[in-house]
Nanobody, 121 residues
Framework: QVQLVESGGGLVQPGGSLRLSCAAS????????MGWYRQAPGKQRELVAT???????NYADSVKGRFTISRDNAKNTVYLQMNSLKPEDTAVYFC???????????????WGQGTQVTVSS
């Protein structure tokens, strides 16, 4: 079994910064792509950013230049540094990892429980 635990959400004023973390634990052989998604009230979950095992990144257009995704493979952790936050960034943020649990090398999707980010004055 694999668990993903997120931290770092909260309330911040427009223009402020937050750093989200998501750590995986359990029966992990390796982790392929890691990513962050978000879901605002009344909207579908959307991709924010992803990072591959060799550090190739991909960002939603709405966050390019403001958010930075990174990972620490030794800690099985992914981070999301969010700068210049806007009210429209308000959402529940979820991490997702494609985890390989054994030598078959098959990857399985795991999600965190979500952490609330609220951008408001």
């Amino acid at each position: 079994q694999v668990q993903l635990v997120e931290s770092g959400g909260g309330l911040v004023q427009p223009g402020g910064s937050l750093r989200l973390s998501c750590a995986a634990s359990g029966s992990i052989f390796s982790i392929n792509t890691m990513g962050w998604y978000r879901q605002a009230p009344g909207k579908q979950r959307e991709l924010v950013a992803t990072i591959t095992r060799d550090d190739k990144t991909n960002y939603a257009d709405s966050v390019k230049g403001r958010f930075t995704i990174s990972r620490d493979n030794a800690k099985n952790t992914v981070y999301l540094q969010m700068n210049s936050l806007k009210p429209e960034d308000t959402a529940v943020y979820f991490c997702k990892m494609i985890v390989v649990i054994d030598t078959t090398l098959r990857g399985y999707n795991y999600w965190g429980q979500g952490t609330q980010v609220t951008v408001s004055s």
